[in-house]
């Protein structure tokens, strides 16, 4: 099987940077470190991907499903030539040398001493600083990432959440399997993420006998770390994309095996890297590609410290800041710009046909995955962020950008799959389905109709989220829901049974659905799905209950006294419900 390795593809000439103290700066002393900087977009440029990616997209429009190559693209991509300059000449000042540009003409690669200052000057056109240089986890220890069904609040028979049980309920044939060649999927992570084949092997052998780990390969030569969250979390996602798209080649890809990038605002700025990586492959681009790491949106962290900052006697902007990058994945970015940065992949990639999946989050509408913990040293700034959290809704990031398919989470209410709900916070359990309405990015047009319904249906409800905690004109999320709730999974050498929860699950479990759905078309000379949100909208407005179950129980409140609940039709916990095979592959397999 071949690997898929993401490879640096140059496409201008090399320009030798030779500083003024030239080869003197030899006190490098072997010190360098290959070093990659997002040059700035050209706005205009910008605009008109944007309104191409929304064409390409649109059922009905002229341009609909006609994706671009790598190539056709690059001229949106390519910085200004002037900005690049300055780059450069900013990178020579570092004693940066042997540059190149990325075919796309928006990253530069240098190799640059271990020192180079990643903190971009305002008047250096500049997003982003990327060192290839890694100092890899040690002592991987699992925190928090994951939600283990806790004792007493949920008693569920050992083959609960199985692979086979959530097909069913979907109407998904159980030996349905891929057969196209040229099909592709992929799950990204960084840090410890990575998968174990021995124990997927395992997991095949007890929960999907269709399944291969021949199917699967290696992004990179990074397999992971055992022991890690993320590495749960890797081999959560492939474990479950895999059962639900069985004989579909699918890659597990770890860029950055860095503990800074395994939490924290290292971790966004290796997803800033990743995204564009994989936008700018020539080859091995995956039709689909499942995200589950993911964490509050840079303006709803920028929100909750500012809004701390601003408490007499509080402890200031910075104090916060640095208390939030000590937990895990709860603030992961840096700036709207790397945010942006990353939608730009997301467009790049719709615009090749791929599918890109987003998980809504874990903390129902106010936390990335839970309250902020009241104890230890910092309790008093956790008290006052979860009294600031609770009074307004704090938007996950990629979740609420306008180019993924958000998925929220499910549960079977008594082990019965036809009792169907959003996954809450309940006593004893830290998380629920995240969602809600995005601060920075318009919902599309599509989307007013039925958020105006949902509104308009919950404005009088007891505990709903007061109008000045969210923006309603918003870009809307999840899109669709899947279930979540006592999957199984293999890892650490041994298979358990209802172990693990969250929209990690959900996820890769709707992207590899989406994965036999591109399989079909795939089949029948048909293009992949690509970006699918407008019709997913469209298809579950004007055919209610044909592709997707409407899911009307559930709440985003997780701690707080107001968030959103689920009702008839779209809303902010479940989108439009969860899939049903016949009607997905009626409308979205032609």
Same mark, same amino acid.
């Given at each position: ?48 991907? *944007?309104?191409?990616?929304? *064409?390409?997209? @649109? ?18 991509? @390519? ?9 450069? @000449? ?63 609040? /949920? ?31 992929? +799950? ?34 990074? /397999? ?48 800033? =890297? ?49 208390? %939030? ?43 990335? =995955? ?49 009792? +169907? ?37 919950? /404005? ?58 591109? *399989? ?55 989108? /439009?419900?969860?899939? %049903? ?10």
């Amino acid at each position: 099987m071949k690997f898929f390795l993401l490879r640096w593809q140059p496409y201008l000439s090399i320009l030798l940077l030779a500083s003024a103290r030239g080869n003197a700066d030899e006190t490098m002393h072997s010190s360098l470190v290959l070093t990659h900087v997002g040059v700035r977009h050209q706005p205009s440029l910008m605009n008109q991907l *944007d309104k191409l990616f929304w *064409d390409v997209a @649109q059922p009905g429009h002229g341009k609909y499903q006609q994706y671009l190559t790598a190539q056709d693209l690059r001229k949106y991509l @390519q910085a200004d030539p002037k900005d690049s300059a300055k780059v450069l @000449q900013w990178l020579r000042s570092q004693h940066c040398n042997n540059c190149t540009f990325r075919h796309t003409g928006d990253v530069v690669r240098c190799l640059c001493p271990s020192t180079v200052d990643t903190t971009v000057p305002t008047n250096i056109p500049a997003v982003y600083v990327y060192k290839d240089r890694q100092t890899p986890v040690q002592n991987a220890e699992r925190k928090r990432r994951f939600h283990p069904i806790p004792e007493g609040v /949920h008693a569920f028979p050992p083959n609960h959440g199985t692979p086979s049980r959530q097909k069913a309920s979907y109407g998904i044939p159980a030996e349905l399997k891929g057969t196209n060649s040229t099909n592709l999927q992929e +799950v990204w992570g960084c840090g410890t993420f990575g998968v174990n084949k021995t124990e997927l092997k395992m997991y095949y052998e007890e929960y999907c006998s269709t399944c291969s780990v021949d199917d699967v390969t290696y992004g990179t030569e990074h /397999h992971g770390q055992e022991g890690g969250d993320n590495f749960l979390e890797g081999t959560l996602d492939t474990s479950y994309i895999t059962a639900f798209a069985p004989g579909v080649r699918t890659i597990n890809s770890n860029t950055n095996t860095s503990a800074a990038t395994e939490e924290g605002e290292g971790q966004g700025i290796a997803t800033v =890297f990743a995204m564009e990586q994989i936008a700018s492959r020539t080859e091995g681009l995956p039709l689909v590609l499942s995200l589950s790491l993911g964490s509050l949106g840079y303006d709803s962290c920028d929100a909750l410290c500012t809004a701390y900052a601003a408490l007499p006697g509080g402890g200031g902007y910075e104090k916060c800041h640095a208390y %939030i990058q000590t937990l895990r994945q709860v603030c992961l970015y840096a700036s709207y710009e790397q945010q942006e940065r990353i939608n730009t992949a997301f467009k790049v990639m719709g615009l090749r046909g791929t599918t890109v999946l987003g998980a809504s989050g874990d903390g129902g509408s106010h936390w990335s =995955f839970g309250a902020f913990p009241e104890n230890g040293p910092d309790a008093d700034i956790a008290k006052a962020l979860n009294t600031i959290g609770c009074a307004r809704q704090s938007p996950l990031f990629p979740a609420n950008s306008p180019y993924v398919v958000a998925v929220g989470g499910l549960t079977w209410a008594h082990d019965k799959p036809t009792a +169907v709900q959003a996954w809450s916070c309940v006593p004893g359990s830290e998380g629920g389905t995240g969602g809600g309405f995005s601060n920075v990015w318009a919902a599309p047009s599509f989307m007013k109709s039925a958020v105006d319904s949902y509104l308009e249906r919950v /404005h009088n409800v007891p505990g709903i989220a007061p109008p000045s905690s969210y923006n309603r004109s918003g870009r809307a999320y999840p899109d669709v829901s899947a279930f979540m709730d006592g999957v199984p999974l293999c890892f650490d050498g041994s298979c358990h049974a209802s172990i693990v929860g969250g929209t990690s699950a959900s996820t890769p479990t709707f992207a590899g659905i989406l994965s036999l759905i591109n *399989d079909h078309r795939l089949n029948n000379g048909r293009p992949s799905l690509g970006f699918i949100v407008p019709k997913l909208w469209d298809v579950a407005e004007k055919f209610p209950g044909e592709a997707f179950q409407d899911i009307t129980q559930g709440n985003t409140s997780c701690g707080c006294d107001n968030g959103f609940i689920a009702t008839k039709g779209w809303d902010p916990l479940t989108g /439009h419900g969860q899939p %049903i095979w016949s009607g997905l592959l009626k409308h979205f397999g032609v």
